[in-house]
C-alpha cells in the first residue's frame, strides 16, 4: 500500500515529507510528518509555515515501491 497525501479527501499518492514541529509541543529536534502529493505540497507548506512549523520540505522515498 502506497502512502498517500495528508490533505483532506485527497487519494493521490505521495511525494513529498513535510516536516515540522510545534515549538510550543515538541522538542526542537522532533519531527512530525505530513505526506503530501504534488498538487497540495504548495498549500500544506503554506499552513504550516504560516504558524512557524514548517521545518523541511523532501522527496518521500515510499518504501512500498521498490524503484
Known sequence: ???????????????WELRWNNPKLHTPDRRKIWLACDAHKDSLS?????????????PHADPADPT
Do not use: E
Not at 500500500?1 to 511525494?15: D, E, L
Not at 503554506?46 to 523532501?58: C, E, I, P, T, Y
Open 1 to 15: 500500500m502506497s502512502a498517500i497525501c495528508s490533505a483532506r479527501g485527497c487519494t493521490t499518492p505521495a511525494s
Open 46 to 58: 503554506d499552513f504550516l509555515g504560516a504558524r512557524s512549523f514548517l521545518r523541511d520540505v523532501v
